[in-house]
């Protein structure tokens, strides 16, 4: 089957497809100070939700896909770990970042010939942070900052998604953020368990620190959320995070997945893996893997401005309905596409991507660049993220 007759998942199915053989990867050999001293010097790069940058290097290394031979190579990685930067909080700082992709980038560029054959047509980068490669937590700033120029060319796995937005360059492969596989498997519970909460949520609804005014914040969705919904028998929403968060979540029928400061959050994650059916809040979210996983028929998507109303659209979804999501979600094959699980395993997250790689092949006679051809700027972006890293 050709790239073009595939078909997204549906039926309750997971499109699966098995990309060994379809695909050869060759990974770059980079210094340290590029990924393994950064994991080293914070460890807690593990535990984040940007780890999958990690993993997926970790991964491919022992991947039936590597080959150690760039010439019969289909795509070609750089391991760089941009969200290994963590404040004392945890909180992974952005600024950096394009400094260090550049400099990966230069040296790639200088070391082997792949990379000015195409300028970075045929690579790809994992770009987990908030706004993917234009590294910034704020969704202003990310859009004025646009996609590192670099990387206009590179194929960028990234867990932001959202349409028509300037973050989300076309042909990217939008991914889960990384929630750690071993720790879910330790709180599961009973599936016979009954699902005695309606409407669960687990979060901020106000970010008072960086949005003091309110508004800004999730768009108004969550402060939506509280204000309509905080006195409601049906919901269970706070902003405490119990030690039994995992559990309530597979006693719950639906589970709110809204907005942050970015569309996406592990929750999706965690209510697939747990059963429970997600309620997806945020306005032309671009899901992980939405060419191989059936969203619209196992999750629910309400608009922002319709959050006032998500008492009456929630009790109106009919009984069979609401089953009939909950048997999809049952499917082993849904949840497994959402995780990085350690050692890998068929259809999971990792697989998902290298599925995705494998169906932009072959590339296009647009992808080489013909003897003296220059499509990049080396010199374009802010004047900060042109200085030596």
């Known amino acids: 089957m050709s790239s073009g007759e595939q078909n997204a998942g549906?039926?309750?199915?997971?499109?699966d497809d098995d990309p060994v053989g379809r695909l050869k990867v060759f990974i770059y050999d980079l210094p340290g100070k590029y990924n393994k001293k950064l994991l080293k010097k914070d460890p807690r790069c593990l535990n984040h939700m940007f780890a999958a940058e990690i993993f997926m290097h970790r991964f491919l290394l022992s991947s039936a896909v590597r080959?150690?031979?760039?010439?019969e190579a289909d795509w070609f990685y750089t391991p760089v770990y941009p969200t290994c930067d963590l404040t004392p909080s945890g909180l992974p700082l952005p600024f950096k970042s394009p400094r260090m992709m550049r400099s990966a980038i230069e040296l790639i560029a200088t070391k082997w010939?792949?990379?000015?054959?195409?300028?970075?047509?045929?690579?790809?980068f994992v770009t987990p942070h908030?706004?993917?490669?234009?590294?910034?937590?704020?969704?202003?700033?990310?859009?004025?900052?646009?996609?590192?120029?670099?990387?206009?060319?590179?194929?960028?796995?990234?867990?932001?998604?959202?349409?028509?937005?300037?973050c989300l360059k076309e042909g990217s492969i939008t991914i889960p953020p990384f929630a750690p596989p071993q720790?879910?498997?330790?709180?599961?519970?009973?599936?016979?368990?009954?699902?005695s909460i309606f409407v669960y949520f687990r979060g901020l609804f106000y970010d008072t620190g960086n949005d003091p005014e309110g508004g800004y914040y999730a768009r108004g969705a969550r402060a939506s959320v509280w204000e309509n919904f905080k006195n409601n028998p049906l919901f269970d929403i706070s902003t405490d995070h119990p030690p039994t968060y995992y559990e309530d979540m597979q006693r719950s029928v639906f589970c709110l997945c809204p907005l942050g400061w970015a569309p996406w959050s592990p929750r999706l994650v965690e209510a697939v893996v747990f059963g429970c059916i997600p309620v997806i809040i945020a306005d032309d979210i671009?899901?992980?893997?939405?060419?191989?996983?059936?969203?619209?028929?196992?999750?629910?998507?309400?608009?922002?401005?319709?959050?006032p109303r998500l008492d009456s659209i929630l009790t109106s979804i009919p009984t069979e309905d609401i089953l009939r999501k909950q048997r999809l979600l049952a499917n082993p094959s849904m949840k497994q596409a959402m995780l990085f699980p350690q050692p890998a395993q068929a259809g999971d997250a990792f697989h998902q991507?290298?599925?995705?790689?494998?169906?932009?092949?072959?590339?296009g006679?647009?992808?080489?660049?013909?003897?003296?051809q220059v499509r990049l700027n080396w010199t374009a972006g802010p004047v900060g993220d042109l200085k030596p890293w």
């Not at 202003?140 to 937005?165: D, M, S, Y």
């Not at 006679?365 to 003296?372: A, I, N, R, S, Y």
Request: glycine share 8%.
């Open 10 to 15: 549906s039926a309750g199915d997971v499109l």
């Open 67 to 71: 080959t150690t031979n760039p010439e």
């Open 113 to 124: 010939p792949y990379w000015n054959r195409s300028e970075g047509a045929d690579h790809f």
């Open 130 to 166: 908030d706004f993917g490669a234009c590294f910034h937590y704020q969704e202003e700033k990310a859009i004025g900052r646009g996609i590192l120029p670099l990387l206009q060319r590179a194929t960028l796995v990234q867990t932001f998604g959202q349409k028509n937005h300037v």
């Open 183 to 195: 720790k879910m498997q330790n709180h599961l519970i009973p599936g016979e368990t009954p699902r």
């Open 286 to 307: 671009v899901l992980p893997f939405a060419d191989a996983i059936p969203w619209e028929e196992i999750g629910v998507f309400v608009p922002e401005e319709d959050v």
């Open 353 to 363: 991507i290298l599925n995705g790689l494998a169906r932009k092949l072959p590339h």
């Open 365 to 372: 006679e647009d992808v080489f660049l013909k003897p003296g």
